[in-house]
């Protein structure tokens, strides 16, 4: 098990030294005591330790899970036929950027269908945090190799939106735990409009099969398809089809379109996964919303 290049996860409770979290420990329910989804925490990422901890209400960020998080739902058993080398991994940081444009589009990417974590999932360009980085440092460097956009600390205004405890497989139907995660989800404004980033786009193919600028109406739209719920979906009169760049073997752009019902997917409670947005990302455009929202207030 690699022990030295990899940003961990560290709890800890009122005065208590922090401890590593264990792979098979929620770190959501870490900080609750009776069941909830969600809770608010500080962080703060110092010596290569990730550290969550209870500060002060009102000043901390969200963490959450999906109600169907493995982990939550993990028995004795199952935990205990995880491989040893799984089980020792404790729970690893990344971090995901909401590039959000001057005319308020999202960037979400499709991450390609070689990758063995989440293949053919929309997401925010992000990945791991490496050792010495800050997170910033970690979700601009994972923005410019996965999509080329290549932007200075000195440039940007980041916000953390909230964490997001990922677990792969994402069901336990679809079996055990493999990889755990706390994802940083943060906001980043760009003085530039979407047409004026789109050329400067030149996606990883390795890693990345398609990219798209998402509006609002079209954000609240993904949002409003709940993963394990089976509410209506808030389609604002959008179009049946959304237009996307699609990425090929070379890292051309080609201009396409897709159909709406891809975005506004549920996660599937049994069988095959399907291409979707994923639910952590659902999670974080919601936090988006409720900003501009917040920030339409304001001005009106």
Sequence with gaps: MDKVRRILVCVCKERAAPRRAQFVQSVTGHFTDSGEDEVEVSCTLEKNQFILYKGDRGRGVP????????????????????????????????????????????????????????????????????????????????????????????????????????????????????????????????????????????????EVSACLWADSRLVRAIVSAVDGDDASVQLDDLPSSISVSQVSADGALTESSMPLAVFTSRAPASGPDVERVSTGTKFALELVLSLLNHADLIQG
């Design 63 to 206: 963490l959450k899970r999906p109600a169907f998080c493995p982990i939550k739902h993990l028995s004795a058993t199952d935990a205990a036929a995880i491989p040893l080398d799984i089980q020792q991994r404790g729970v690893d940081v990344g971090v995901a950027i909401l590039l959000q444009t001057a005319n308020q589009r999202v960037l979400l990417t499709r991450r390609a269908k070689e990758l063995r974590i989440f293949p053919n999932v929309w997401v925010p360009p992000g990945g791991h945090v490496e050792l010495d980085e800050t997170l910033l440092g970690a979700g601009l460097r994972e923005l410019h190799e996965e999509t080329g956009l290549k932007l200075e600390p000195e440039q940007v205004s980041p916000t953390v939106l909230g964490l997001w405890e990922s677990v792969f497989p994402p069901m336990l139907s679809r079996g055990l735990p493999q990889r755990h995660h706390v994802v940083v989800y943060m906001l980043l404004h760009s003085s530039l409009t979407h047409l004026q980033l789109q050329p400067s786009l030149r996606p990883s193919p390795a």
